[in-house]
């Protein structure tokens, strides 16, 4: 019994994870696409145990079904895996969003989690 409950923990903790997700993630080549086809992009530096990212990910949850992103790309790069993109990126920390516009960097901000000045910064990449 105490090992179904684990199983139905873990599940839960793997759907909510999920549905929290800022983005799809992201490439090396995707990252050279963006710069190289002059994209627009969103990219959340994101940890699964970070409790900033989290709060970041149902703020950009929201701002990825607003038909006014509809030419933006959502990204999420994972802090604990992607070690080369971070270099590349010059990212420091997790809960850093990366905003891109017409294949450019335009903006950048760490640890912020309200919802109007995320809306400012990710409205740089319209």
């Not at 873990?10 to 999920?18: K, R």
């Amino acid at each position: 019994m105490k090992m179904v409950g684990k199983s139905i923990v873990a599940s839960l903790f793997l759907i909510a994870s999920s549905v929290f997700a800022a983005g799809q993630p992201i490439t090396a080549s995707e990252l050279t696409d963006i710069e190289k086809q002059g994209k627009s992009a969103v990219i959340s530096v994101h940890a699964d145990w970070c409790s900033t990212c989290k709060a970041q990910d149902k703020v950009l949850a929201v701002f990825m079904k607003d038909p006014a992103y509809k030419n933006v790309t959502f990204y999420q790069l994972e802090y604990d895996t992607q070690k080369d993109l971070l270099k590349t990126l010059k990212v420091r920390t997790q809960s850093t969003i990366i905003v891109y516009k017409n294949g450019k960097e335009v903006a950048r901000a760490t640890g912020d989690t309200k919802e109007a000045a995320l809306s400012k910064l990710t409205q740089q990449a319209i």
